[in-house]
């Protein structure tokens, strides 16, 4: 399964840098300057977030190459916040059926998409209310007065072509291309006992 997620921060007044991103069920823990870098990839500079270290430029977050199918993953982004205090965002993802084999949690690539590569049908679920994208995606979003928003969060999201994410997700943030296949990071499938 390709997965693309983008862990992000939402910040008009405050000072932030990513400390790291752990995925616990896939034996993961990426940090900021070995791993990942966080950047700002789109036209406002209120959002920070992660991607590979690898990319030579700013990404719409990162890779990650499992074996299988999943139902469920959690990712925990420590933030460190006007370097004084560090704020955790956990976000538990549900992925809502096993019809593809790669997801995102860009809900912009949802819809349906006609790009030079052909028409990619609709895929936003019924179950999820038509929000614009930006208010669904997961992201820790600061506030002005020192406090903290949607710090956790429950994201649902269907599977998509892995192609649909390959060659669209830089369709809507032009200049800022998908992030690159080959700086994918490989988890290990966790089996509890």
């Known amino acids: 399964m390709l997965i693309h997620i983008r862990p ?6 405050r000072q932030v840098d990513l400390i790291d991103v752990e995925i616990p069920e896939f034996a993961l823990c990426l940090r900021q300057g070995r791993e990942l870098n966080a950047r700002r990839p789109y036209p406002s500079e209120q ?3 992660a991607s ?15 074996p299988g199918q999943y139902d469920t993953f959690t990712t925990i982004a420590r933030w460190s ?12 993802y549900q992925v809502l059926d096993n019809e593809f084999d790669a997801v995102s949690d860009d809900p912009i690539l949802w819809y349906g998409i006609r790009d030079e590569y052909g028409r ?17 995606q997961p992201r820790l ?3 002005s007065d020192g406090g903290a928003e949607r710090t956790s969060e429950v994201f649902r999201m269907p599977t998509l072509e892995r192609g649909r994410i390959l060659t669209c ?4 943030y ?20």
């Open 120 to 136: 990619w049908e609709k895929r936003w679920p019924d179950c999820i209310p038509p929000d614009p994208p930006e208010e669904l």
């Open 141 to 143: 979003q600061l506030r």
């Open 174 to 193: 032009p200049g800022n291309p998908a992030p690159n296949e080959t700086h994918a990071f490989v988890g290990k499938t966790i089996i509890s006992v």
């Open 169 to 172: 997700s830089g369709t809507f």
């Open 52 to 66: 590979a270290a690898a990319e030579r430029r700013a990404k719409s977050g990162f890779f990650i190459q499992m």
């Open 47 to 49: 959002w920070v977030v």
């Open 8 to 13: 992000s921060c939402f910040s008009e007044y």
């Open 81 to 92: 916040v006007d370097a004084e205090e560090i704020v955790k965002h956990v976000v538990e």
